[in-house]
């Protein structure tokens, strides 16, 4: 059975850094491409960054230059770091996996796997 779980979400002022941690189990981490994306309330799920097997990152124009995603094979974990938070950065967060054979993908319906989520909340 397949698990993803989230932590690492809080309660953040502007400007602050989180970092956000997935561990995933039941599956060989290394054959997937894993993704954050975040959902706000009344929002559509909405893609944040990729990272594939092969360690490249895609990131979504609005994070790029504040988040890192990154991930350790040897711990079943993808990561990501958040600087320079902003309030519309406010949403829950989900890590996700797709097989590598399909490559990058940004749309969340390609995706086999999710967490359950954590809430990042930044005042503002």
């Known amino acids: 059975q397949v698990q993803l779980v989230e932590s690492g979400g809080g309660l953040v002022q502007a400007g602050g850094s989180l970092r956000l941690f997935c561990t995933a189990s039941?599956?060989?981490?290394?054959?997937?491409?894993m993704s954050w994306f975040r959902q706000a309330p009344g929002k559509e799920r909405e893609f944040v960054a990729a990272i594939t097997w092969s360690d490249s990152v895609t990131y979504a124009d609005s994070v790029k230059g504040r988040f890192t995603a990154s991930r350790d094979n040897a711990k079943n974990t993808v990561y990501l770091q958040m600087n320079s938070l902003k309030p519309e950065d406010t949403a829950v967060y989900l890590c996700?996996?797709?097989?590598?054979?399909?490559?990058?993908?940004?749309?969340?319906?390609?995706?086999?796997?999710w967490g359950q989520g954590t809430q990042v909340t930044v005042s503002s």
């Open positions: 996700a996996a797709v097989p590598k054979y399909r490559g990058l993908v940004l749309t969340p319906n390609a995706y086999n796997y």
């Open positions: 039941g599956l060989t981490f290394s054959q997937y491409g």
